[in-house]
């Protein structure tokens, strides 16, 4: 429900995703301050002390440069909404409680927002941020336990891992890779997997999580495999896997075949 008295909310990152999520906030009441790349960061928000939250919205390969500059006062009050996120990308900064999204919205420039499936959020600031979805119409909703919310974050990362990686193979969409590729999407899901398990450094029920991903496939079976970040998320998955010493063949043999 818009409040007219909503505190302000800055935004680092004015792309589609952040231009969405800016709308929302605004229809919901609260003031949003742009924070445009070519501005430092630490001069922004003490110039802006008292914002409720910082917004980030920038893409995942963005995230560090970021995170790096945010003062650790802020730190209660970031909210981060990116794919491939889990607790060591905010960790090895200091960082311990932020609120964070897993984000199952599609907005393509020039065509309208697409929802998937209901996006969570969990921290502090999750109901701002799940009003201001739900402002538009799409759908979210709130995750109190950070179990259940590392959970929702990995499901996402082996949504949009998979069908990346596995769409520089496939083409096509995830219906298509999943009835006509079922075999291979799963042996990429769970190298998938087995990289997030080493990233939050415990096993995790792989069924639940290929329940979850199999999800999203049927909130959008036409849901193309392949974006334009794809090559690098393969990358990174790779120097994510080489740095922590674990093997993902599936994907090295996709990395071979697509170099």
């Not at 932020?98 to 309208?112: D, L, M, N, Q, R």
């Not at 259940?148 to 890779?177: P, Q, R």
Request: aromatic share 4%; proline share 6%; charged share 25%.
């Amino acid at each position: 429900m818009s409040n007219p008295f909503a505190s302000e909310w800055g935004l680092i990152g004015a792309g589609e995703i952040g231009g969405v999520l800016a709308h929302g906030l605004l229809k919901t009441g609260h003031p949003v301050f742009p924070i445009g790349r070519d501005v430092s960061i630490e001069a922004a928000l003490a110039a802006k002390p008292n914002l409720e939250a910082l917004l980030v919205a920038v893409g995942e390969k963005d995230l560090d440069p970021v995170l790096e500059q945010i003062p650790s006062a802020w730190f209660d009050r970031v909210v981060l909404i990116q794919n491939e996120l889990l607790p060591d990308d905010w960790r090895k900064y200091g960082m311990e409680t932020p609120t964070v999204a897993s984000i199952w919205f599609e907005k393509k420039p020039g065509k309208p927002v697409k929802p998937l499936i209901s996006s969570p959020v969990h921290g502090s600031l999750a109901g701002g941020l799940v009003d201001a979805m739900q402002s538009l119409d799409i759908p979210a909703h709130r995750v109190d336990d950070a179990d259940e919310m590392l959970e929702e974050l990995v499901i996402k990362n082996v949504y949009i891992l998979t069908t990346n990686i596995a769409g520089l193979e496939t083409g096509g969409d995830v219906e298509h890779l999943w009835n006509d590729h079922q075999e291979l999407a799963r042996k990429i899901a769970a190298d998938v997997i087995r990289l997030q398990e080493a990233r939050v450094g415990r096993e995790l029920d792989h069924e639940r999580l290929i329940a979850g991903m199999k999800k999203g496939f049927d909130g959008d079976p036409q849901h193309q495999c392949m974006g334009r970040s794809a090559p690098q998320r393969l990358q990174r998955a790779l120097e994510q896997a080489e740095e922590r010493g674990i093997d993902l063949p599936a994907i090295r043999e996709i990395a071979a075949r697509n170099g």
